[in-house]
């Protein structure tokens, strides 16, 4: 199990500890607060809550799981999320909730209502609402077999009926292995700021129709790929770039496949250098059902990363399936042998279709 507490709290800057700081109140601690003091109130709930281990950050220092941590950390969802996610059984939650912030573990609301479709099951695990914002936790956990692990992702199917105009996400929290469930946390806003509290009706919908499962997530050089082979050249095609301020010259069309980074779902499809610098096109495949992308940049002989100073993405052909990746590198012609392209790629193969629903009440009840 990974040790989450110290590692959310670490990536708290001195501003957010000051409105964090009602939370570490029954430990007699102001907002100056050091890492081992992070260590020592880790530990205590880690005592309490029955675990040992060491800490382990990379994983989650390289994850930016919340957009909005200010508002967040202000939240009380903030020790529903810490708790909760250590898969505890509910008593034992709530109790070291209240050891160490009673009036936030007041706030938080139990909701526990599921449902379920192709084996696959959805729980609301709790709701709390903070302003004009709402927190939800769920989980979704396969009952027939080991379909879901941690690359489990709703691909943006799901669906928030609330009745007022809103803003959502929904964010990817943590796999449990032992229980092979993975956790997700939901954001509502409201859109002209009132309290979600006062109002009267507070039921929502949450639905999703789509899970990608089996994603593959792969850090790597391109090294089949020698730059120093590149060509020059001269006839270009102009597309608009990703900001839509400018038109930028592209590589032509070509339906020629020069390298595979992952079967049936990405391909360089073009490398040549025009007089913007060195074009590098990817190709990816089935977006629109398996979500396939990635990112690229070059490293150059002395270690050091160049990014691209210009980029378009367009649909590859008319059914607007395969998305094409356009990058362009300002490095000397010559020197192009220097370089390696290296990338992290995003790719699928499998999505389950099914029908998740369910309908509750922020408040519990």
């Known amino acids: ?198 109002y009267k009706d507070r039921k929502i919908t949450f639905s999703f129709d789509t899970l990608l499962l089996n994603k593959k997530v792969e850090s790597k050089v391109l090294s089949e790929i020698n730059l120093g082979d590149t060509k020059k050249v001269t006839e270009t095609v102009e597309k608009e770039d990703n900001n839509a301020e400018k038109m930028i010259k592209c590589l032509p069309p070509s339906e020629e496949r020069l390298f595979e980074i992952e079967k049936n779902c990405a391909y360089v499809t073009g490398i040549g250098y025009t007089e913007d610098g060195l074009n590098i096109r990817i190709q990816y495949e089935n977006i629109c059902k398996y979500d396939n992308h990635g990112f690229i940049h070059l490293v150059d002989e002395n270690g050091e990363k160049v990014y691209s100073i210009d980029s378009t993405t367009y649909w590859a052909g008319e059914d607007d399936n395969d998305m094409v990746y356009e990058d362009i590198y300002s490095v000397p012609y010559e020197k192009l042998s220097g370089y390696k392209i290296y990338g992290e790629f995003f790719t699928c193969n499998t999505n389950l279709k099914g029908d998740w629903e369910v309908t509750f009440r922020l408040d519990g009840e």
Request: hydrophobic share 40%.
């Open 1 to 198: 199990m990974e040790n989450k507490v110290l590692e959310y709290m670490k990536n708290f800057s001195q501003k957010d500890l000051s409105e964090f700081d009602h939370v570490l109140d029954n430990f007699g601690k102001n907002a100056d607060i050091t890492e081992n003091e992070y260590e020592r109130i880790y530990k205590k709930v880690m005592e309490k809550a029955g675990f040992e281990g060491s800490v382990s950050g990379d994983r989650f220092r390289k994850q930016k799981i919340f957009v909005n941590l200010k508002r967040f950390v202000a939240s009380a969802a903030v020790i529903a999320l810490i708790f909760l996610s250590l898969s505890l059984p509910g008593d034992a939650v709530y109790g070291i909730m209240y050891e160490i912030a009673p009036s936030i573990a007041q706030k938080l609301k139990p909701v526990n209502i599921s449902c379920e479709d192709k084996g696959i099951k959805l729980e609301v695990i709790s709701a709390d609402i903070k302003g004009d914002t709402a927190y939800i936790y769920i989980s979704i956990k396969d009952t027939e077999g080991d379909r879901i692990d941690k690359t489990v992702d709703l691909f943006d199917s799901y669906r928030i009926n609330i009745p007022f105009d809103s803003s959502a996400h929904c964010q990817y929290i943590d796999f449990d292995e032992e229980t092979r469930t993975g956790f997700f946390l939901i954001e509502i806003s409201r859109m002209d700021g009132k309290n979600i509290e006062k």
